[in-house]
């Protein structure tokens, strides 16, 4: 258990709608991190957030959006979903102090099919 | 997005045998990870290298950072049945002021009984 907890652990929905995924990081941790992980891309990453402001954006959509709120747990949203969005979203945190030594831990992972 | 040239792409082994697989890359990175992932899981760090050249273990695992800081390697010796999943190298550095972590495509290991 790396401390981080995603809900939900499963979601379906259809094409067009919006979702929102949740992200707690470990205790102490100020970092969150979103990944997306498909079949044929792997594990890609969209977004970090440092203490509730935006860090780095990588290859995150438009159509997808996140936050950080002052307790530290982040969202992740999903809005005009495509069949292509279905994948594995998976959620790290990190101390975020110490560049070069500052180690992500892994959530569990939301699995998101959309239909 | 930019990725690691990670391989094998797959091992079928047999169990007690050691395994081996390693992560190239044209870009310098300050940290090389390794990680396994279980099916429906998230990936678990098992080993971390900050240093250039730094050889570190963790039980049966040994990982090493390569001299040019542009690949790295991931031992297991003795394999069993639990080492079996996806085991995927991160590089990590600084970029922007934030860090950025690319991974590799994964090794999907095999362990025969």
């Known amino acids: 258990d790396s401390g981080v907890t995603q809900t939900p652990k499963h979601l379906i929905t259809a094409t067009g709608q919006r979702v929102t995924l949740r992200c707690s990081p470990r205790?102490?941790?100020?970092?969150v991190y979103w990944y997306q992980q498909s079949l044929d891309q792997g594990l890609q990453f969209l977004i970090q957030?440092?203490?509730?402001?935006?860090?780095a954006k990588g290859n995150i959509l438009e159509r997808f959006s996140a936050q950080q709120f002052p307790d530290l747990h982040s969202e992740l949203n999903l809005s005009s979903l495509e069949l292509g969005d279905s994948a594995l979203y998976f959620c790290?945190?990190?101390?975020?102090?110490?560049?070069?030594?500052?180690?992500?831990?892994f959530g569990p992972g939301t699995r998101l099919t959309v239909l | 997005g930019q990725q690691l040239n990670q391989s094998p792409q797959s091992m079928f082994i047999q169990e007690g045998e050691d395994v081996s697989m390693n992560c190239t890359s044209s870009?310098?990175?300050?940290?090389w990870l390794w990680y396994k992932q279980d099916p429906g899981e998230g990936p678990v760090l098992l080993i971390a290298?900050?240093?250039?050249?730094e050889l570190t273990s963790n039980g049966r695992l040994t990982a090493q950072f390569g001299i040019t800081r542009k690949d790295s390697f991931l031992n297991i010796s003795a394999s069993i049945p639990s080492d079996v999943g996806i085991y995927f190298c991160?590089?990590?550095?600084?970029?922007?002021?934030?860090?950025?972590?690319?991974f590799g495509k994964g090794t999907k290991l095999t362990v025969n009984p």
């Open positions: 290298l900050y240093k250039a050249g």
């Open positions: 957030y440092y203490n509730g402001e935006e860090r």
């Open positions: 870009s310098i990175f300050n940290t």
């Open positions: 205790s102490g941790d100020l970092s």
């Open positions: 991160a590089g990590q550095k600084t970029q922007g002021g934030s860090e950025k972590l690319v």
């Open positions: 790290a945190s990190s101390v975020g102090l110490t560049p070069g030594t500052d180690t992500q831990y």
